[in-house]
C-alpha cells in the first residue's frame, strides 16, 4: 500500500493531486504538506492528515515520513521561473538544496520520489520544434539550471544509490482551482480569469511566442501513470517530455472568442518573462513518455477552454 507525501501541496498542482490521490489512495494515506497554512484551503486540509514542513530541514522531512511510515515521496516545493529570476539564492535553495534533502530522505528511508521538471531545462541552444527527449540543454534561467540539475541528481540517486525516482518536463499549467504563483506561462490562466471579468485581457506574452501547454486533469493523469508505471520499462525515469498541446497569445484568445465573441486580447509585453519565455522550446516531442508508460492526453486548446471557462464560471459565481 502506498503512503504518499506532497510537499508543496496547497499549491498549483498539489491542492488539485492531493484531492485525486486521497479519492484513490484513501484519504489517510496521503500526507498533504506545506511550508504555512494559507488561506482558502481550509477544506484540503481538512481531509486528511497535514503537516507543516520546509524542505530545506532535512530532520523535519525525516520525522514526518518516519511518523506516517511515508514510502512515497511526490515534491512539488518549489520556486518557479520568474520568481527565480527575482530571488535566484531562494530558488536555488528550495529547488536544489530541498531536493538534495529529499533524496537523501528516500535514501535512508526506502521511498520513491517523484519530482517534476520542466521545459525550462532547456534554453535557447535547444532545438525548437518537436524538441526531442535528449537533447542540448543549456537553460539561461536559475530557474532552469535547477531543473537539468534536479533532472541529473535523481538519476544519480537511481543508479548509485537505487532510489525509484521518476518525473515528467511538464509545460505550462493551466487550471482553475489554485493560481500558479511566479511563472511565466502563468498569463495562460489569467487569461480566462480575465476573459470572464472583464472581457478583455492585457497579456505579458507577446503575439507569436508558442509555448507548450497542458491542462491539469492531464497533469495529474501523467503523475500518477508514471508514479504507477513498471519500473522496468522506464528508460528516461526523470525528464520525460510530455506535450498535450502548444499554442501563443493569439491562439488562445481565438478560442476564448469561440466561447465569449466580445473578448479582446492587447499586450504589454514584460521583458524579463518574454526573453524567458522566448528561450523555452515552442512544443515537445513526448514519444518517450508514450511508448515507455502509455502517456495520452485528453484535452485540447479548444476543449480545454471550454471545461475551463465552464468551471471558472461557476467559481467565480
Ligand atoms: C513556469 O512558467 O515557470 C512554469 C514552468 C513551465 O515550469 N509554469
Redesign the pocket.
Known amino acids: 500500500m502506498r503512503k504518499i507525501l506532497i510537499t508543496g501541496a496547497l499549491g498549483q498542482i498539489g491542492s488539485e493531486l492531493t484531492t485525486e490521490l486521497r479519492k484513490i489512495y484513501g484519504a489517510n494515506n496521503v500526507i498533504a504538506s506545506s511550508r504555512r497554512v494559507k488561506e482558502g484551503h481550509e477544506k484540503l486540509i481538512e481531509s486528511g492528515p497535514f503537516e507543516i514542513l520546509n524542505i530545506n530541514d532535512a530532520k523535519g522531512i525525516s520525522e514526518v515520513v518516519r511518523k506516517h511510515d511515508v514510502n512515497t515521496i511526490i515534491n512539488l516545493a518549489a520556486i518557479?521561473?520568474?520568481v527565480g529570476e527575482q530571488h535566484p539564492e531562494q530558488c536555488w535553495d528550495i529547488n536544489m538544496n530541498g531536493l538534495y534533502n529529499i533524496l537523501e530522505v528516500a535514501r535512508e528511508e526506502s521511498c520513491m520520489v517523484y519530482t517534476p521538471s520542466?521545459?525550462?531545462a532547456f534554453g535557447p541552444s535547444t532545438p525548437k520544434d518537436k524538441t526531442p527527449q535528449d537533447t542540448i540543454q543549456r537553460p539561461n534561467t536559475m530557474?532552469g539550471v535547477t531543473k537539468v540539475a534536479g533532472e541529473l541528481l535523481c538519476d544519480y540517486y537511481y543508479k548509485k544509490f537505487g532510489v525509484d525516482t521518476r518525473g515528467v518536463r511538464?509545460?505550462?499549467?493551466i487550471s482553475y482551482e489554485t493560481l500558479?504563483g511566479g511563472?511565466?506561462?502563468?498569463y495562460a490562466v489569467h487569461i480566462y480569469y480575465d476573459a470572464l471579468k472583464n472581457k478583455r485581457y492585457t497579456s505579458f506574452i507577446d503575439k507569436g511566442t508558442k509555448m507548450d501547454m497542458m491542462y491539469m486533469p492531464d497533469a495529474l493523469d501523467a503523475i500518477i501513470q508514471l508514479m504507477e508505471a513498471d519500473s522496468s520499462k522506464l528508460i528516461h525515469r526523470n525528464a520525460f517530455n510530455v506535450s498535450a498541446m502548444s499554442f501563443d497569445p493569439e491562439e488562445i484568445a481565438a478560442s476564448i472568442k469561440k466561447v465569449i465573441p466580445e473578448f479582446e486580447i492587447d499586450y504589454e509585453v514584460d521583458p524579463v518573462r518574454q526573453s524567458i519565455a522566448d528561450s523555452w522550446p515552442n512544443s515537445l516531442d513526448d514519444t518517450a513518455a508514450r511508448e515507455e508508460w502509455g502517456w495520452n492526453p485528453k484535452y485540447d486548446l479548444d476543449s480545454m477552454t471550454k471545461d475551463m471557462l465552464e468551471k471558472l464560471k461557476i467559481k467565480l459565481g
Open positions: 518557479l521561473s520568474a520542466s521545459i525550462a530557474y511538464f509545460p505550462g499549467l500558479p511563472g511565466t506561462t502563468d
